[in-house]
Antibody, heavy 113, light 107 residues
Framework: VQLVESGGGLVQPGGSLRLSCVAS????????MNWVRQAPGKGLEWVSH????????HYADSVKGRFTISRDNAKKSLYLQMNSLRAEDTAVYYC???????WGQGSLVTVSS | EIVLTQSPGTLSLSPGERAILSCRAS???????LAWFQQKPGQAPRLLIY???SRASGIPDRFTGSGSGTDFTLTISRLEPEDSAVYYC?????????FGQGTKVEL
């Protein structure tokens, strides 16, 4: 099982970024997926959830209306579209397979001018 | 939303001792959907326990989860040096799937 994130980087406040997570080694379409983030030196923060068929989606209040989670089961890929980024969104973003038994290596997003 | 409060903030123990970590929820957690994670510096979190008391694959039996309702405990018996880490609980019975603030275990 492997989860590989990409798409992180430095972005200005108010900007946008799209994270991707490519899965391998398991039947991606059978599993719900989540995004979890961790600001530098801080604890874990759950960001978003998507069910296996994309029928159920949830967001943390801190990102609701700005972030959009999606998936493409044919491409075995999970996405996080992040708009209107703020300094407080600076964090390492992890994709994780439910029940959180596998995690990606993390993708650093830095929001700064 | 369900708020999780972990205690203590830091636990300083010696190898061979037992660690008892607490996770208290502000409301009853549905179906005891409570997980525990271990995170070491520079690494992704590692799942230890799910559904309050089920050990994840490959996790030593030194790690035991217990509890229900609003009070949950992670016990690490016979601490080993590699157990130095931050431990988080998370509820996944309802959204938002909040994490606790973490307990740092120092050996």
């Amino acid at each position: 099982v492997q989860l590989v994130e990409s798409g992180g980087g430095l972005v200005q406040p108010g900007g946008s970024l799209r994270l991707s997570c490519v899965a391998s080694g398991f039947t991606f379409s059978s599993y719900s997926m989540n995004w979890v983030r961790q600001a530098p030196g801080k604890g874990l923060e759950w960001v978003s959830h998507i069910s296996s068929s994309s029928s159920t989606i949830h967001y943390a209040d801190s990102v609701k209306g700005r972030f959009t989670i999606s998936r493409d089961n044919a491409k075995k890929s999970l996405y996080l579209q992040m708009n209107s980024l703020r300094a407080e969104d600076t964090a390492v973003y992890y994709c994780t397979r439910l029940p959180h038994d596998y995690w990606g290596q993390g993708s650093l997003v830095t929001v700064s001018s | 939303e369900i708020v999780l409060t972990q205690s203590p903030g830091t636990l300083s123990l010696s190898p061979g001792e037992r660690a008892i970590l607490s996770c208290r929820a502000s409301q009853t957690i549905t179906n005891s959907y409570l997980a525990w994670f271990q995170q070491k510096p520079g690494q992704a979190p590692r799942l230890l326990i799910y559904a309050a008391s089920s050990r994840a694959s490959g996790i030593p039996d030194r790690f035991t989860g217990s509890g229900s309702g609003t009070d949950f405990t992670l016990t690490i018996s016979r601490l080993e040096p590699e157990d130095s880490a931050v431990y988080y609980c998370q509820q996944y019975g309802s959204s938002p799937r909040m994490f606790g603030q973490g307990t740092k275990v120092e050996l």
